[in-house]
């Protein structure tokens, strides 16, 4: 290695975010490092192997990208990535209802209509891919640009598609406020409005009602009613091929101690002395990005010498009330099994073994709902609703092939992942550790609770019980905050042209060269694929840092700054 080390780009974290930037960038024909702490890339894509041959996702693990103009751009079909389609009949899974605490509940008929609608699917064509992209993959607008009912993205395709959806009230709503209007189901509702908490935005949230809607939607497929197939951390072998590919160098166990920052530019990055590299200095010509959630960007890799206190402020005050996530998968001898009220649920199981397939349970109403909400949100504290009315999300197994080793094991068998909100490790009244001291005991207590739909869960049945808390997602990755990828609240204050903060809605920072491509940035909606490294590239040719080739094409909604490079190609005209 040569005693100095020069890139046009330095990317800290080597997660999703990080990399995928890379891959972008590198394509552009630029020189691009990431640096990534731990002893491999993927942030949250991850899997563990916690015993010989039982592989299973701790945390993200549900492929909420289908539209993701990426998967074009950067060909990833090229590095091995398969999008397959499950065989789940939606309509009969419909036709068996929702999980409640007396049994299952039909769908009404106004449900499926209004869920048909607000996803754009009863367009003439179907909007539905126009209208995620609409909201998770397209940069927010300048800041020249009034944000208003008439020039949000999403709200022009509602406008130009299905326009009795579209009113400037909605911009005031929660979700439960949208879904009064369209729906008729309480139960439906509310497993609606879980599985937005449980995906990145909540149904409680005003302002956010349409993305916190389509943040579910992004978990079915564009034009199909089926959940799209590949795990995320496949997803990400295929991005980091693609990166390496285009000539991206990545560095694991390469922890950065410091954005270097001189007379008020971002020129590399120091590396923490426990670097598996020698060199411990990395400069960047061109721009430094960092992939690291915005809290510890600018609290500890760039500090408070270079950034102006009331900034600084502003940055501390991001609000981390998006709840976190505790994981549970568990290990028995026996296949877990729905309640005899809840059989007809079998008919959608998937596999020789019949796994069972995604609910929220319980959805009786929307006062279960705000109860788990108030433990999380107003109480800051541990579970005090019993057992029975823990909402609990089970992620869908008809997302991954039946012969995933997720679900085989020769010494027993592996379930799907269960999902609970808890309280961020950061807003803990008894501290971020409270959770993890008493962990056998929350564990017991969500067994409990899940016990109440499924037999199996009894102690001589389970052979493990692999769980990740909030604060143990943090410590895996520390680029995440509030124990999950959608830790930072989303509400209308830090919406868009707001997030995470205004002057750095659209990736840029006060300090020169210096860029933000962090989760925190995003838009409501999980972990939307690509969306952020998208939406960052127009930013990046607006400032003459990356010049991409004919493969790119920017969002239709793009709107370019005043005095900056146009994203659009000079041989396209913008619709």
Request: one cysteine or more.
């Amino acid at each position: 290695m040569s005693a100095e080390e020069r890139y046009d780009i330095v990317i800290v974290g080597g997660g999703p975010n990080g990399t995928t930037a890379a891959a972008y960038l590198a394509k552009c024909g630029l020189s691009v490092c990431v640096l990534e702490e731990r002893y491999e890339a993927g942030g949250s894509c991850e899997t563990i192997e916690p015993i010989a041959g039982a592989r299973i996702y701790p945390h993200a693990m549900l492929m909420y990208s289908s539209p993701a103009p990426g998967f074009e751009q950067l060909e990833l079909w090229k590095y091995g990535f398969r999008m397959s389609w499950s065989p789940f009949d939606l309509i009969k899974a419909n036709s068996i209802g929702m999980a409640t605490s007396e049994g299952l509940v039909p769908y009404a008929e106004k449900d499926m209509l209004g869920f048909a609608k607000l996803s754009g699917m009863l367009g003439q064509p179907p909007f539905i891919t126009d209208l995620l992209r609409a909201t998770f993959w397209c940069p927010p607008h300048p800041p020249e640009v009034e944000v208003n009912a008439d020039t949000i993205p999403y709200m022009q395709e509602y406008k130009k598609h299905q326009p009795d959806v579209w009113s400037e009230e909605v911009l005031d709503m929660t979700m439960f406020d949208l879904m009064d209007e369209h729906l008729e189901s309480d139960p439906f509702k509310t497993t609606l409005a879980f599985s937005a908490w449980a995906s990145g935005a909540a149904g409680h949230w005003e302002g956010v009602a349409v993305p916190a809607f389509l943040s579910v939607i992004l978990l079915l497929l564009p034009g199909r009613l089926s959940a799209p197939r590949g795990g995320l951390h496949g997803y990400f072998h295929a991005i980091l091929r693609c990166a390496i590919d285009h000539g991206a160098v990545i560095r694991t166990c390469c922890p950065v101690d410091e954005i270097i920052v001189r007379n008020g530019r971002a020129v590399g990055v120091r590396l923490r002395d426990n670097a598996a590299i020698g060199e411990k200095t990395i400069w960047a010509d061109k721009a430094v990005i960092s992939g690291v959630d915005v809290k510890q960007t600018f609290n500890k890799l760039i500090g408070p010498q270079h950034l102006d206190r009331s900034f600084l402020q502003r940055v501390n005050d991001i609000s981390l009330k998006g709840g976190s996530l505790l994981v549970s998968t568990f290990h028995t001898r026996k296949p877990i099994q729905w309640r005899p009220k809840f059989k007809a649920m079998e008919e959608i199981a998937m596999g020789p073994n019949k796994i069972p397939a995604g609910c929220v349970f319980p959805a009786d109403s929307r006062e279960i709902y705000f109860e788990n909400v108030a433990d999380v949100d107003s109480y800051k504290g541990n579970p005090t609703v019993p057992p029975e009315r823990l909402i609990w999300f089970l992620t869908p197994s008809q997302a991954f092939d039946p012969t995933d080793c997720q679900h085989h094991h020769p010494k027993g068998h592996i379930s799907a992942a269960f999902e609970v909100n808890f309280t961020p490790p950061e807003y803990h009244v008894d501290g971020p550790e409270a959770i993890n001291k008493e962990k056998d005991k929350w564990n017991a207590y969500i067994r409990q609770a899940i016990g109440h739909a499924f037999e199996g869960l009894e102690d001589d049945n389970v052979i493990h019980h692999w769980s990740s808390t909030p604060l143990e997602a943090e410590f895996r990755n520390t680029g995440l905050i509030g124990g999950t990828w959608c830790g930072t609240r989303h509400c209308d204050d830090q919406l868009w042209t707001q997030r995470p903060i205004p002057e750095m809605a659209r990736y840029r920072t006060p300090i020169d060269g210096l860029y933000h491509c962090n989760q925190t940035m995003g838009h409501p909606g999980a972990l939307c694929l690509m969306a952020i490294p998208y939406n960052l590239m127009h930013i990046l040719i607006e400032d003459g840092i990356a010049e991409p080739g004919d493969w790119w094409y920017p969002s239709p909604y793009y709107i370019p700054e005043q005095g900056k490079i146009s994203a659009v190609p000079r041989n396209r005209v913008q619709v």
